[in-house]
């Protein structure tokens, strides 16, 4: 514990969910300084001022702190970062600083955040964060009340009612979501929170879905598999991690005072959780948790790509029996999920078939895999392609969208390229490739080009 009444804290980067951290810090240490890292957040600067919170937009001396508190993609080179590892000054995450926020608050007399009678569920992973958590919440809240915060919003799943959108799901997101739980004067049983890059070591059960296709973060200086590794490393003492086993793997020895429940999204006996079987068919879900065993079936589904949903499929059922739900529950919520949206799900619009995988997570990879799963349609194919990259942190990478174009543009009746970043592949000779603002836009456009039976492929990285 890093954080107490007399500390002198200095929150970096208000981009990234700085601002909530630095306003509920104010509430329990002795002064906070935030700073903008990036030059982004100037108006809301005196805000923050006149809230008793000091602000900067320039690196200040470290000396003047006892703890930092940066996110775990900060360029480590930023000066006061530099400055706190040469002087042994301590430097927290944003994600363990919500988690002692969680904590401190939780515990505190008079708190309205009283969450030790409740599950705290926190997912993390390269891939199928959303999904998994969407499917969970479907399994979880057939047995208990459950709210959930992912990219699509923080949802009460005992009404269906979004309570609040436009969060992001940095760990700041968690406090920003839970606001939202209690003025809305919900008292859930499980809170399932998505959270990028780690943990934040507060959670009853952590998941951590995948590491596979790792990216650099901080400046190059790391790997994102790396800060995920914080879901292990932040754990508290008896409380449960629902892991990947290629996570298991890459992380070598675990800890022993923790219950780790492993799972695989392929065939592999030698995982608690694993495939027996998965086609695009359908599959079956063996499961050997003590002396719980059984199987899970999935059917086929034409509303979406199972394979798409293969590591939620297994993920989401691991974390359910590690919770003790019933097994027809978890079954019944299998067979009855329709997909999630933007998640590889197929649907019609206007006598056309839409199948809708934009999502913050999609990149080139998933665009070629929902081109492939679009073919067996029979249709002429309409691609919307590429970004709204005010809303993500890592765009879509324009050298991939040139190679994508370079190797399918045959196989489309025509490509509408979205974001700024796509328009020098919009050539006034190539009449198969059009220009739209954003994702509505581009699907505008795509109605307007195709007929009845006709294929919309919807694939732009979005926050939703």
Not at 100 to 121: E, G, M
Not at 373 to 388: A, F, H, T
Request: proline share 3%; charged share 25%.
């Amino acid at each position: 514990m890093y954080i107490n009444s007399s500390s002198r804290v200095a929150v970096l980067d208000l981009t990234h969910g700085g601002i909530v951290l630095s306003r509920k810090l104010k509430k329990l240490v002795r002064s906070v300084t935030a700073i903008d890292v990036y030059n982004t957040i100037t108006e809301v600067l005196d805000e923050l001022e006149n809230e008793g919170i000091t602000t900067a937009q320039s690196p200040l001396n470290v000396d003047d702190f006892d703890v930092l508190i940066a996110p775990v993609h900060l360029d480590p080179d930023y000066p006061m970062l530099r400055d706190a590892v040469n002087k042994n000054i301590p430097v927290l995450s944003h994600h363990a600083a919500a988690g002692q926020i969680l904590s401190a608050f939780s515990s505190a007399p008079q708190s309205n955040y009283d969450l030790r009678d409740k599950t705290i569920i926190e997912i993390t992973g390269t891939k199928a964060k959303t999904s998994t958590s969407i499917l969970l919440a479907e399994m979880l809240s057939r047995e208990k009340k459950v709210i959930s915060h992912t990219s699509q919003g923080v949802k009460d799943w005992s009404t269906g009612r979004i309570i609040k959108k436009g969060l992001s799901i940095t760990p700041a997101s968690t406090l920003s979501a839970l606001d939202a739980v209690l003025e809305a004067g919900i008292e859930p049983e499980v809170v399932i929170f998505e959270i990028s890059l780690g943990g934040t070591g507060f959670a009853n059960i952590g998941v951590i879905t995948t590491v596979a296709n790792d990216y650099p973060i901080a400046n190059n200086t790391r790997m994102a598999s790396e800060a995920k590794r914080q879901m292990i490393l932040n754990a508290k003492t008896g409380s449960s991690l629902v892991v990947n086993y290629d996570a298991l793997r890459l992380f070598g020895a675990c800890r022993r005072d923790i219950n780790i429940i492993s799972f695989t999204d392929t065939v592999n006996a030698s995982c608690n959780v694993y495939y027996e079987d998965i086609s695009s068919k359908g599959g079956v879900i063996a499961y050997y948790l003590g002396k719980r065993q059984g199987r899970i079936h999935i059917p086929e589904n034409p509303g979406y790509d199972i394979d798409s949903y293969k590591t939620a499929f297994v993920c989401a059922t691991a974390v359910a029996l590690a919770m003790d739900i019933d097994d027809d529950a978890i079954d019944r919520s299998i067979r009855e999920f329709r997909g999630a949206e933007g998640r590889m799900r197929k649907t019609s619009l206007q006598g056309r078939v839409l199948i809708d995988n934009s999502n913050s997570g999609m990149d080139i990879h998933t665009a070629e895999k929902a081109l492939l799963y679009s073919k067996p349609e029979g249709g002429r194919i309409v691609m919307v392609l590429g970004e709204e990259a005010q809303q993500v942190c890592e765009g879509l990478d324009p050298g991939g969208v040139a190679d994508f174009i370079d190797r399918h543009q045959s196989e489309l009746r025509a490509l509408v390229l979205v974001g700024e970043r796509m328009l020098p592949f919009v050539q006034d000779n190539v009449k198969s490739i059009y220009y739209a603002d954003n994702l509505s836009c581009g699907i505008e456009l795509a109605i307007q080009l195709t007929n009845e039976k006709d294929i919309i492929l919807s694939c732009v990285k979005c926050f939703r």
